[in-house]
């Protein structure tokens, strides 16, 4: 009963607290669909905080998922109202379902990418985007509160680069998350903290960078590599890199392409750690040390 009374506590904070902050949103999904819409179409420009903000979604056979997200996404509103996406973009990545229409219905642009890969289809999407300050990825699984994405941006207006949603540091409901991919992601996070000396607890999907450190990192990734690629760029480059907390939900609908099938969870795992090794093979060929990146709350 207590922690419920907090949760409601925090869930009225005009601010979303980063890092040490924890609270459920549950609850909290009072956005209209219609009202998200009528943003959208009538050119309304997205502004947080004085950035402009433009959301990428590579989604594949999300029919069932892939409005709520962007119905969601395009309902968030900053402390004067306005809407805070400025631009939306789905990268339908060769589904054979109507994920492309159902994304388009809610309020979002789409683009196809028959070719399979995840960071294909974030890079079709990205070609697509319109100019804006900061990028947010998320999934189109319906995997992460909506609402939560406005930590992400907090961070970036306290001063980081590049924002994590960790879903190690926020709740995770039951089934959420398969044990490869947790087993998957603390390996990973142990590799970059062996090789490159920087704490990391998750390698999630959910996340905002600035679009000029987005361009400095040059992604290339074109599979499972794109999110720890974008990460161990982000050490190497020295960028301000912030994590926060993020719950992660289990998916209603469908099935996860990574934690689904026994296909996805190989493929990932070989994305993911090829990748880490190629980027620490290039720096030490480079015979360039990594810079010092900047870690924690940026405002504090």
């Given at each position: ?142 995997s992460f509160h909506a609402v939560q994405g406005l930590r992400l941006l907090e961070a970036i207006d306290g001063g980081a ?140």
């Amino acid at each position: 009963m207590i922690e419920d009374l907090l949760d409601r506590y925090w869930a009225r904070l005009p601010k979303y607290g980063i890092l040490a902050l924890r609270f459920d949103v549950r609850g909290t999904r009072r956005h209209i669909r219609s009202d998200a819409q009528a943003a959208s179409r009538s050119g309304s420009v997205g502004v947080y905080a004085g950035m402009t903000v433009g959301v990428v979604v590579p989604a594949r056979d999300e029919e069932q998922n892939i409005g709520s997200v962007v119905v969601d996404l395009l309902a968030l509103r900053n402390d004067r109202g306005a809407p805070v996406v400025d631009d939306f973009v789905v990268c339908d990545n060769g589904s054979t379902d109507a994920t492309a229409t159902r994304a388009r219905e809610a309020g979002a642009r789409t683009v196809r990418q028959d070719t399979p890969g995840y960071g294909l289809a974030c890079l079709t999407a990205l070609a697509a985007l319109r100019p804006v300050d900061v990028v947010l990825f998320t999934d189109g699984d319906r995997s992460f509160h909506a609402v939560q994405g406005l930590r992400l941006l907090e961070a970036i207006d306290g001063g980081a680069d590049l924002a994590i949603g960790s879903r190690a540091m926020g709740r995770r409901e039951p089934g959420a998350l398969s044990w490869p991919q947790m087993a998957g992601n603390r390996v990973a996070s142990v590799l970059i903290r062996l090789l490159w000396g920087v704490p990391v607890t998750d390698l999630g999907p959910y996340r905002a960078i600035r679009s000029q450190a987005l361009q400095r990192l040059n992604m290339q990734d074109r599979t499972y590599g794109w999110t720890v690629e974008m990460q161990v760029k982000a050490i190497q480059h020295g960028l301000r890199i912030v994590e926060v907390p993020v719950d992660a939900l289990r998916r209603r609908f469908g099935r996860s392409k990574v934690g689904g099938t026994l296909r996805g969870v190989v493929g990932a795992g070989a994305g993911i750690l090829s990748m880490i090794a190629r980027l620490r093979w290039r720096e030490a060929r480079s015979g360039k040390p990594a810079c010092s990146p900047g870690r924690g709350n940026p405002k504090q």
